[in-house]
């Protein structure tokens, strides 16, 4: 069996659980691509798989990261879209933290000239992430107001983008040192969560009116203020609960008389065809855009994948500003 260098966990806990070690190289089946990984970057759920809170699909790597960019090294016996030495990018259930790793080939997506392996490692699971919330899930309109929370973060920066493209109007929540780069993409308005009521400052821009679409990562702690938010017919796409899952004392009328829809979704455990599908409609819609730089992935800081638990520490306590990303090293 060939092994390869790759970032272990050694059993569910810290950061120190985290060592650059050995595992077994993956093989690709016959619709699958090896890829020479150089980039990776660090998600969410990078970290509570780590502490053993999130478990990888049936059938994926155990081994951490979503995402990767690098160069085709194999082709399965039915891959004729690809070939050896192409450069290419996309989202994957796990194994990014490696050496190798497999990706379907209708995952993955040819890296831009203009786009570095780091710049690539950063765009696959932020901005499908926020394409599927903002498009699918959303149904995301011009002209409509949308409320971003963490706006600064790896999918807040790629929503934004995106919801600029739309030609919606921008409201996002973040720290105050975090809303100049918000602005920057796009943001119409920014509320520092610390210090303002995001309700108030909500219903203030848009004249009571309210926000069409709330993309929320926080959970238990913003639902309410989240429903007070919400025009008539308005949908809140939940994608997290960092702050807590439950809700206590609420009043589910106001979901009746808004006619609200709450959407709760996640991407990793999602069908193949549906990843597939919307990799293609993702790509139809930014691809061009990226090249160009009208869109473009917003990254943190790029650490050496030996720097693992640094880069994972830097996440944890949301010093980030867009994504983190590992540098695979030969």
Request: hydrophobic letters at 40%; a neutral charge.
């Given at each position: ?296 992935p917003v990254i943190d800081k790029v650490f050496n994948w030996q720097d693992v638990a640094e880069a ?19």
């Amino acid at each position: 069996m060939e092994m390869m260098k790759a970032i272990i966990v050694e059993r569910p806990g810290g950061t120190e659980q985290l060592k650059l070690g050995k595992w077994r190289k993956p093989e690709c089946s016959e619709n699958e691509i090896l890829v020479k990984v150089k980039a990776t970057a660090l998600n969410r759920a990078d970290i509570l798989q780590r502490e053993g809170k999130y478990p990888p699909p049936v059938g994926a790597s155990p081994i951490l990261g979503l995402e990767l960019s690098g160069i085709v090294e194999d082709l399965g016996a039915r891959v004729f879209k690809w070939k050896k030495g192409d450069r290419v990018f996309g989202l994957i259930p796990g194994g990014g933290y490696a050496e190798y790793a497999i990706i379907h080939e209708d995952m993955a997506m040819e890296i831009p000239c203009s786009l570095s392996f780091e710049e690539a490692a950063a765009i696959p699971e932020v901005f499908l992430t926020a394409y599927q919330t903002l498009i699918w899930l959303g149904k995301l309109k011009a002209c409509e107001f949308i409320l971003i929370h963490v706006g600064a973060s790896g999918v807040g920066t790629a929503a934004i983008q995106l919801a600029r493209e739309i030609g919606a109007k921008i409201i996002v929540t973040a720290s105050s040192e975090k809303h100049k780069i918000c602005k920057e993409l796009g943001a119409d308005l920014t509320i520092d969560y610390k210090s303002q009521n995001f309700k108030e400052e909500v219903l203030t821009f848009t004249n009571n009116y309210g926000a069409d679409v709330i993309i929320d990562f926080i959970g238990g702690p913003y639902f309410k203020h989240n429903i007070e938010s919400l025009t008539r017919d308005g949908r809140l796409i939940q994608l997290s609960t960092l702050g807590g899952s439950k809700v206590e004392d609420f009043d589910m009328r106001q979901i009746l008389v808004k006619r609200l829809k709450i959407i709760g979704s996640t991407l990793r455990s999602r069908s193949l065809d549906y990843q597939i599908q919307l990799t293609k409609e993702f790509k139809d819609f930014a691809y061009e855009k990226i090249k160009k730089g009208i869109i473009k992935p917003v990254i943190d800081k790029v650490f050496n994948w030996q720097d693992v638990a640094e880069a994972h520490k830097r996440m944890e306590e949301n010093k980030n500003i867009g994504k983190i990303v590992l540098k695979i090293s030969d």
